[in-house]
């Protein structure tokens, strides 16, 4: 498998779309889609990466600006309570992502009352405070989310899902509201993601032992089932939000008729909170992931994860916002140092970070950010192949313009 990322015909179709907003966002903005109930939105991101020590998410350590976003959203009301939505994505990492436009997300939507409405199509997956925005880049301060919980290398694996949600807001009287959903279905996984070619190299390093060629060119990934929920409390406190999200998955690698790997997550559970104050902000999640995993019929990993964060922000004015974080993630909660192979000895990730975040107009944002890590989680191994170290540094800067 290839990891080059040339953009398609369609990519460039849609960044031509893109660069026109850019160019006359004034006149797009004045183009009356049938009133409100058609809206069309879109955003560009442009980032830059360089790392210290250590590869991350690619060839990074002499820089690459293969950090890029295009979407473009549409959302189309039809009736009072029937809507049909989509966001064609353009994503380009350092590694992976052959630069295609997939579907983001794609529902049809019923909202019968308040309590209680029906999305059915590929339909974002609720996971912590943050997963189903996380291609917004203009709602949040970081570049990167917290990768113990918002991990970049399975974002496929936790972004959406092809399958149905019945969702509803329940009041509770003077305490607030809670928002529900439920959701199952099925993920379907892209060849060029991070962990198929993650899954790529278990096959590469069981040659090496066995003394076989068995080719990657024809391995599939797939999602056999997953399903979840989540509660999000909304107190009657100005500024306090918490969650608690759940989901559980099973997945299979294969090639030709040898199943390669197998991952069961028996449950993966968030708890949120967050507060805002005044020029203040602090947001903290704790989360612990129950699964099994195997490679040719052998258990390689079974047993709980763990992690946490905790992100401090000051916007000392409306347009700048200042934020330290402190991202902590075990790959065994219980066994925290057990080395995984020869090229991860330092299976945990702990993460200080400082970041800036200036929004230059309404429309444009410019972010900067420094993290200096402990710990080769993630599929470090992998991107590192000749050993990873265990202290190690990135850097991002990052503009974006959404309308």
Same mark, same amino acid.
């Given at each position: 498998? =290839?990891?080059?990322?040339?953009?398609?015909?369609?990519?460039?179709?849609?960044?031509?779309?893109?660069?026109?907003?850019?160019?006359?966002?004034?006149?797009?903005?004045?183009?009356?889609?049938?009133?409100?109930?058609? +809206?069309?939105?879109?955003?560009?991101? +442009?980032?830059?990466?360089?790392?210290?020590?250590?590869?991350?998410?690619?060839?990074?350590?002499?820089?690459?600006?293969?950090?890029?976003? $295009?979407?473009?959203?549409?959302?189309?009301?039809?009736?009072?309570? #029937?809507?049909?939505? &989509?966001?064609?994505?353009?994503?380009?990492?350092?590694? &992976?992502?052959?630069?295609?436009?997939?579907?983001?997300?794609?529902?049809?939507?019923?909202?019968?009352?308040?309590? #209680?409405? %029906?999305?059915?199509?590929?339909?974002?997956?609720?996971? &912590?405070?943050?997963?189903?925005?996380?291609?917004?880049?203009?709602?949040?301060?970081?570049?990167?989310?917290?990768?113990?919980?918002?991990?970049?290398?399975?974002?496929?694996?936790?972004?959406?899902?092809?399958?149905?949600?019945?969702?509803?807001?329940?009041?509770?009287?003077?305490?607030?509201? $809670?928002?529900?959903?439920?959701?199952?279905?099925? $993920?379907?996984?892209?060849?060029?993601?991070?962990?198929?070619?993650?899954?790529?190299?278990?096959?590469?390093?069981?040659? +090496?032992?066995?003394?076989?060629?068995?080719?990657?060119?024809?391995? =599939?990934?797939?999602?056999?089932?997953?399903?979840?929920?989540?509660?999000? #409390?909304?107190?009657?406190?100005?500024?306090?939000?918490?969650?608690?999200?759940? @989901?559980?998955?099973?997945?299979?690698?294969?090639?030709?008729?040898?199943? %390669?790997?197998?991952?069961? %997550?028996?449950?993966?559970?968030?708890?949120?909170?967050?507060?805002?104050? +005044?020029?203040?902000?602090?947001?903290?999640?704790? =989360?612990?992931?129950?699964?099994?995993?195997?490679?040719?019929? %052998?258990?390689?990993?079974?047993?709980?994860?763990?992690?946490?964060?905790?992100?401090?922000?000051?916007?000392?004015?409306?347009?700048?916002?200042?934020?330290?974080?402190?991202?902590?993630?075990?790959?065994?909660?219980?066994?925290?140092?057990?080395?995984?192979?020869?090229?991860?000895?330092?299976?945990?990730?702990?993460?200080?970070?400082?970041? @800036?975040?200036?929004?230059?107009?309404?429309?444009?944002?410019?972010?900067?950010?420094?993290?200096?890590?402990?710990?080769?989680?993630?599929?470090?191994?992998?991107?590192?192949?000749?050993?990873?170290?265990?202290?190690?540094?990135?850097?991002?800067?990052?503009?974006?313009?959404? #309308?």
């Amino acid at each position: 498998m =290839s990891s080059s990322c040339v953009p398609t015909v369609r990519a460039k179709v849609l960044l031509l779309a893109i660069l026109f907003c850019l160019l006359f966002p004034q006149s797009l903005l004045a183009i009356d889609l049938s009133g409100d109930n058609i +809206q069309l939105h879109g955003f560009l991101t +442009q980032g830059y990466l360089e790392s210290k020590e250590n590869n991350f998410l690619g060839d990074t350590k002499d820089g690459t600006f293969r950090l890029t976003e $295009i979407g473009l959203n549409i959302n189309a009301h039809l009736t009072e309570k #029937f809507r049909l939505g &989509g966001q064609a994505l353009y994503c380009q990492l350092p590694a &992976g992502n052959k630069g295609k436009v997939r579907a983001d997300w794609l529902v049809a939507e019923y909202h019968f009352a308040d309590p #209680f409405g %029906v999305r059915l199509g590929k339909v974002k997956m609720p996971m &912590g405070l943050y997963n189903m925005e996380r291609d917004s880049d203009f709602l949040r301060p970081l570049i990167f989310l917290p990768q113990s919980i918002y991990d970049e290398t399975r974002r496929d694996s936790w972004q959406a899902h092809w399958g149905g949600e019945i969702y509803g807001n329940l009041l509770l009287s003077h305490w607030g509201d $809670i928002d529900y959903q439920l959701f199952g279905g099925r $993920i379907q996984y892209d060849d060029d993601s991070l962990a198929t070619l993650a899954a790529s190299e278990i096959v590469n390093r069981y040659n +090496q032992q066995n003394s076989l060629h068995l080719s990657t060119e024809d391995l =599939s990934r797939q999602n056999n089932y997953v399903y979840g929920a989540a509660l999000f #409390f909304n107190p009657a406190l100005k500024g306090l939000r918490s969650a608690l999200t759940f @989901l559980a998955l099973d997945d299979e690698s294969w090639l030709h008729e040898n199943q %390669v790997s197998s991952l069961h %997550v028996r449950s993966k559970l968030v708890a949120s909170l967050e507060y805002s104050w +005044q020029q203040f902000s602090m947001t903290t999640e704790y =989360s612990e992931t129950d699964r099994r995993q195997e490679q040719f019929n %052998v258990t390689t990993l079974d047993g709980p994860s763990q992690s946490w964060y905790l992100l401090l922000s000051y916007s000392p004015i409306e347009a700048l916002t200042f934020s330290l974080l402190y991202d902590e993630y075990y790959r065994l909660k219980n066994n925290r140092h057990e080395p995984v192979g020869p090229n991860n000895l330092y299976p945990w990730r702990k993460d200080l970070a400082a970041s @800036l975040r200036y929004d230059i107009t309404e429309n444009w944002t410019a972010k900067a950010e420094w993290h200096a890590i402990d710990g080769t989680a993630f599929y470090m191994g992998y991107f590192n192949p000749h050993g990873a170290e265990r202290y190690w540094q990135y850097g991002a800067l990052k503009l974006s313009f959404n #309308f």
